[in-house]
């Protein structure tokens, strides 16, 4: 559980680097989670990032402004680099580069 948890959180707080506005029944969708799972995947994030929560028409979690966008991820070139690299690995090099790619590539609906 803890493992799910923690992948979902750093999925999370990768949308919002990325700019994006997040509602909490969008992300119980997305995961099949409940409201209180998705409310301390927040306060968790929280504690690193500067999260915003607006309530009503229009709310949602989103970051401070001036914070993302850019952060936590990696250069277009360095982003082609590793994925040359991805296509001549095999096995375990492979899912560790893709990994990489991942974790601090730019955010997008993606399942690499």
């Known amino acids: 559980m803890l493992d799910h948890a923690f992948r979902r959180r750093r ?26 799972s998705i409310s301390r995947d927040f306060e968790v994030i929280g504690e690193e990032l500067p999260v915003i929560s607006k309530q009503g028409y229009n709310g949602g979690y989103f970051l401070m402004d001036g914070v993302g966008k850019n952060q936590n991820t ?39």
């Open 11 to 36: 999925e999370i707080e990768r949308m919002l680097l990325s700019g994006k506005k997040l509602t909490v029944a969008e992300l119980m969708g997305r995961y099949c989670v409940g409201r209180k």
């Open 74 to 112: 990696l250069s277009q070139e360095q982003l082609e680099c590793l994925e040359k690299l991805a296509v001549s690995c095999a096995g375990k090099d492979r899912e560790t580069v893709l990994s990489i790619i991942h974790e601090f590539g730019p955010y997008c609906e993606r399942n690499t």
